[in-house]
């Protein structure tokens, strides 16, 4: 029923992150204030010993960054920040686990299951932490690449970003996609954080050979081996490709997503001859592709790096919808990092001429660079906190038991209101052969839920929830009922059900009602409140879950969503109690 509904947590994530900011900021502000403090003492000093006359100074032409260097190290800080942006969005604390970590869970090896495995617990135990987490490591290392320089910190946070991304790319992008099916150029295998880690590693080449051109061939190799791989996934037979399903699935996706008909249009369009010519659309994809991946590897022409360019914002646009629409994007996926490189090895930029630039000194003895200092190292403090020191600190709470928003997330949001409208009615038998009808339960506040006598999952945890915050209010217990509808078309007799409420520890609840009937009866109940049922050839059964509110006078008035997790029992217990005792 409601585990389509994703929670939104920007409250909860917007205070941490507003918290984590004043820390940083104030530690940043210290550390300006203490530069610019040493700075005008230093200045001070050496006027005093060396008079107040009126110096240059010279900044040699190899301390000057390249501009192709500058370009793309500038590019992949701006792509960190929004990286960073697109985890902050609202949906992402509660929906990175359902949406983005199960999927890819449900088709990787179980040897990488098992390592993402702690990860997706972590995130699920505290999604407003986690989630907090990687926000500020994606914006800190934005920040540290957009400072730039060439000491031991810049080659650190070059470092840290190729790790992260390394990270990233298997923790979070499941090997980008290689694993799971249908992966091709167009959705953007192998993932966009590898470009990211290409994009550090081209960076922490030396500068003299970004000056003299080195690196920017590298670049366009890099980016020529690309193409080439992704012309080959696109050409092999199993990933789908060839047929009109397989290949319009990437243009599908962003028709759902709201946007300007401009944009949209031409997503439609080339959806449909993707449906309706796939040989003749992937062929060409794959030809394209080869072309400029040889033209790349083999030529230095700037029509080579052109098309390649031209062929990632196209892919970007119209098979990748611009990556960062639907509200659960981490990144603008992978052409678009993928031309800021193949940019970056554009072969005819021109760098600074080869001589020496001096600057005044003031009185102050401070060259221009030098008076920048104190913002350089606020900032610097800023990122390095976000990077290093947030998710050491908060590493306690990642590690520790379920948090208050696990609880929240876990429940699709907690306890919700709904319309105020007519139970449905029913008439059923409960687990003491007595009969159980809604027009018989008016006057009380009345809950509704749904569970198999023979589940061994979900079920008796939502019971021992409702059973818990039942012992809980003491004597009010006595002004509520408890209905649970029994989901299994196969068992659904008296004898199930007492079974259930006797194994479970229930049989002291005097308002407990574990309800049967005839499968017609059941099916009509569970159909009036929108539980869909599936009934495997091995295996448990698959139904809605989820527990309404009934007030006295018959009509529905909240519901708590579905989403058992036996680690947050407690949690359940506490969220049904209040909203009972609310409601009373």
């Not at 409208?421 to 008439?427: C, K, S, V, W």
Request: proline fraction near 6%.
């Amino acid at each position: 029923m409601s585990g389509d509904v994703i929670t939104d947590m920007f409250p909860e994530l917007s205070a941490v992150l507003l918290q984590i900011l004043s820390w940083l900021v104030g530690a940043g502000l210290l550390t300006g204030v203490a530069v610019w403090w040493w700075q005008r003492r230093s200045a001070s000093q050496d006027a005093a010993s060396q008079g107040p006359p009126l110096l240059t100074v010279s900044v040699p032409d190899h301390e000057v960054e390249p501009r192709a260097r500058r370009f793309l190290r500038i590019g992949l800080g701006l792509l960190w920040l929004v990286d960073g942006l697109l985890q902050a969005q609202p949906a992402m604390p509660a929906g990175f686990v359902a949406h983005i970590f199960a999927r890819g869970i449900t088709t990787s090896p179980g040897w990488l299951v098992e390592v993402i495995q702690p990860s997706a617990q972590a995130w699920a135990n505290h999604p407003v932490a986690a989630d907090a987490v990687t926000v500020s490591i994606e914006l800190g290392l934005g920040l540290l690449l957009l400072l730039g320089g060439r000491g031991l910190l810049a080659r650190s946070a070059l470092w840290a970003s190729l790790a992260f991304s390394a990270v990233v790319w298997m923790g979070g992008e499941f090997f980008g996609g290689l694993l799971a099916p249908a992966a091709s150029w167009l959705t953007g295998a192998p993932g966009a954080i590898l470009v990211y880690a290409l994009a550090a590693a081209l960076l922490l080449v030396r500068w003299d050979r970004w000056s003299s051109g080195e690196a920017r061939k590298l670049a366009r190799r890099a980016g020529g081996i690309w193409m080439l791989a992704a012309a080959t996934l696109q050409a092999l037979p199993w990933e789908g490709n060839w047929s009109g399903q397989g290949l319009s699935a990437a243009f599908e996706v962003g028709t759902h997503n709201s946007q300007p008909t401009v944009f949209l249009r031409p997503i439609t369009v080339a959806g449909q001859l993707a449906q309706s010519h796939p040989i003749t659309v992937n062929a060409a994809v794959v030809v394209i592709l080869v072309t400029i991946g040889v033209g790349l590897l083999l030529s230095s022409a700037p029509a080579f790096v052109a098309a390649g360019i031209t062929m990632c914002l196209a892919t970007w646009w119209l098979a990748q919808d611009f990556g960062v629409l639907g509200g659960l994007a981490t990144d603008p996926n992978t052409a678009l990092p993928l031309a800021l490189v193949l940019a970056a090895g554009w072969p005819s930029w021109q760098e600074r001429p080869a001589r020496a630039q001096e600057h005044a000194l003031g009185t102050d003895r401070l060259a221009p660079h030098e008076r920048n200092l104190p913002v350089r190292a606020s900032l610097t403090t800023v990122g390095v906190g976000a990077v290093l020191f947030i998710p050491i600190f908060l590493l306690g709470t990642l590690l520790g038991p379920p948090d208050a928003s696990a609880v929240v997330a876990d429940s699709s949001g907690g306890v919700s209101s709904v319309p105020h409208r007519p139970a449905p009615q029913f008439t059923l038998t409960d687990q003491s052969g007595s009969t159980m009808s809604m027009s018989r339960l008016r006057g009380t506040l009345t809950l509704v839920t749904f569970l198999d006598p023979v589940c061994s999952d979900d079920c008796p945890i939502i019971a021992n929830q409702i059973a818990a915050a039942d012992r809980a209010l003491g004597p009010l217990a006595g002004r509520i009922q408890i209905v649970a509808i029994d989901t299994n078309p196969i068992f659904h007799q008296v004898e199930d059900v007492e079974a259930f409420t006797r194994s479970h520890g229930l049989g002291d609840l005097s308002n407990w009602h574990f309800l049967v009937g005839t499968p017609a009866q059941l099916g009509d109940v569970l159909s009036s409140y929108g539980i869909v049922v599936q009934v495997p050839a091995v295996g448990m059964i698959s139904h809605g879950e989820g527990i309404y509110f009934v007030s006295p006078d018959g009509t529905t008035t909240a519901y708590l969503g579905d989403g058992a997790n036996p680690q947050l029992s407690q949690g359940y217990s506490t969220l049904i109690e209040q909203e009972i005792r609310r409601l009373l």
